[in-house]
C-alpha cells in the first residue's frame, strides 16, 4: 500500500509508522515480485468474505449480522495447524498471542483545510466561524483540528498558530470570537477612522477630450467620424419648408403680369 510503505524502496512511511506506534503493532510489508506470501493474506479475507458475505440474506439487521459473523470466528479458530509438529488450531495460537489493549481513543490523526480570512478578520469551518487576528484580509490560512478533540487551530502557511478556538457544533452557524480578536479589531478600526471635515467646495472643470472620447464611446458614435459628431436641427427645415410653400410660382407671376 503507497499509505503505508514507499512505492520505490518498500520503508515504512513516518505517518504510517506513527499507527504503528500508537496501536502496538508490528508492520511486516510483503516483499515485491512474491505473489505466493500476498495471496495467503488475501486468501484469507477472501475465504470469510465467500463463506459468509454471500450468505447474508438481504434486509437482515446489525445484530443478525454480527451473530452470523461470531459463528463463522468460530468455525475458522477450529481449523487445524502444526507449530514445531504439534497439531494445535488457529484459536489457540490466537490466544497465546500477547496481544496489547486498543487504547480508549483514536488515533490523533489531523485534518486540515485552507480557508481564506475575511476584512471582518473571520474563517469559516464546518457550518461557523472563528475569529483570526485582523490585518491580513483574503490571507489563506489552515483550519487544523485533531480527531478526537474539540479544539480548533488556524496556522499560517509557516506552520505559526494565530488563533485557538473551542469547537462549536458543525453546522450551528455560531461566530466564536476570541477577547483579544475583539479588542484588536476595534483597534484597527479606530487607527482608519479619521476626524477631519469633509470637503465640501467642488472645482468646476470641464469634461477633456479623453472623457469626451469616452462618452462618444458609450453613445455608440465613432470616435474619428466626424458626420456623427454633427447635430441636425429639425425646425432649421421645417422653416425653410414653409418659406418655399408661401413663395408665389412662376405661374403666378405671369397672372400678375396680365
Same mark, same amino acid.
Given at each position: 500500500?503507497?499509505?503505508?510503505?514507499?512505492?520505490?524502496?518498500?520503508?515504512?512511511?513516518?505517518?504510517?509508522?506513527?499507527?504503528?506506534?500508537?496501536?502496538?503493532?508490528?508492520?511486516?510489508?510483503?516483499?515485491?515480485?512474491?505473489?505466493?506470501?500476498?495471496?495467503?493474506?488475501?486468501?484469507?479475507?477472501?475465504?470469510?468474505?465467500?463463506?459468509?458475505?454471500?450468505?447474508?440474506?438481504?434486509?437482515?439487521?446489525?445484530?443478525?449480522?454480527?451473530?452470523?459473523?461470531?459463528?463463522?470466528?468460530?468455525?475458522?479458530?477450529?481449523?487445524? +495447524?502444526?507449530? %514445531? #509438529? &504439534?497439531?494445535? =488450531? @488457529?484459536?489457540?495460537?490466537?490466544?497465546?498471542?500477547? $496481544?496489547?489493549?486498543?487504547?480508549?481513543?483514536?488515533?490523533?490523526?489531523?485534518?486540515?483545510?485552507?480557508?481564506?480570512?475575511?476584512?471582518?478578520?473571520?474563517?469559516?469551518?464546518?457550518?461557523?466561524?472563528?475569529?483570526?487576528?485582523?490585518?491580513?484580509?483574503?490571507?489563506?490560512?489552515?483550519?487544523?483540528?485533531?480527531?478526537?478533540?474539540?479544539?480548533?487551530?488556524?496556522?499560517?502557511?509557516?506552520?505559526?498558530?494565530?488563533?485557538?478556538?473551542? +469547537?462549536?457544533? %458543525? #453546522? &450551528?452557524?455560531? =461566530? @466564536?470570537?476570541?477577547?483579544?480578536?475583539?479588542?484588536? $479589531?476595534?483597534?484597527?478600526?479606530?487607527?482608519?477612522?479619521?476626524?477631519?471635515?469633509?470637503?465640501?467646495?467642488?472645482?468646476?472643470?470641464?469634461?477633456?477630450?479623453?472623457?469626451?472620447?469616452?462618452?462618444?464611446?458609450?453613445?455608440?458614435?465613432?470616435?474619428?467620424?466626424?458626420?456623427?459628431?454633427?447635430?441636425?436641427?429639425?425646425?432649421?427645415?421645417?422653416?425653410?419648408?414653409?418659406?418655399?410653400?408661401?413663395?408665389?410660382?412662376?405661374?403666378?407671376?405671369?397672372?400678375?403680369?396680365?
Amino acid at each position: 500500500m503507497n499509505e503505508a510503505s514507499h512505492p520505490q524502496t518498500g520503508r515504512i512511511l513516518p505517518t504510517f509508522a506513527a499507527v504503528a506506534k500508537y496501536y502496538g503493532a508490528g508492520v511486516d510489508i510483503c516483499p515485491p515480485r512474491r505473489g505466493n506470501r500476498k495471496g495467503v493474506v488475501e486468501k484469507a479475507n477472501h475465504s470469510a468474505a465467500q463463506r459468509w458475505w454471500r450468505t447474508v440474506p438481504d434486509g437482515s439487521s446489525i445484530e443478525a449480522g454480527q451473530n452470523g459473523i461470531d459463528k463463522l470466528a468460530v468455525q475458522m479458530d477450529l481449523r487445524k +495447524r502444526k507449530l %514445531d #509438529g &504439534a497439531s494445535t =488450531t @488457529v484459536g489457540t495460537l490466537a490466544e497465546a498471542e500477547p $496481544l496489547l489493549e486498543l487504547p480508549t481513543r483514536p488515533f490523533p490523526a489531523e485534518l486540515e483545510q485552507t480557508r481564506v480570512m475575511s476584512p471582518q478578520g473571520l474563517v469559516s469551518f464546518a457550518g461557523n466561524h472563528y475569529s483570526v487576528p485582523p490585518g491580513l484580509p483574503g490571507a489563506h490560512v489552515m483550519v487544523r483540528i485533531r480527531l478526537g478533540e474539540d479544539d480548533l487551530h488556524v496556522v499560517t502557511a509557516g506552520r505559526a498558530v494565530i488563533a485557538h478556538h473551542r +469547537r462549536a457544533p %458543525d #453546522g &450551528a452557524g455560531q =461566530t @466564536v470570537r476570541d477577547a483579544g480578536h475583539v479588542i484588536a $479589531l476595534e483597534r484597527a478600526v479606530l487607527a482608519a477612522f479619521s476626524d477631519k471635515a469633509p470637503c465640501r467646495t467642488k472645482v468646476h472643470r470641464p469634461p477633456s477630450a479623453a472623457a469626451q472620447a469616452e462618452a462618444e464611446k458609450l453613445r455608440g458614435r465613432p470616435e474619428a467620424d466626424v458626420a456623427n459628431r454633427v447635430v441636425i436641427d429639425l425646425s432649421h427645415y421645417a422653416a425653410v419648408a414653409d418659406r418655399l410653400r408661401q413663395a408665389p410660382t412662376h405661374e403666378d407671376q405671369e397672372r400678375e403680369s396680365e
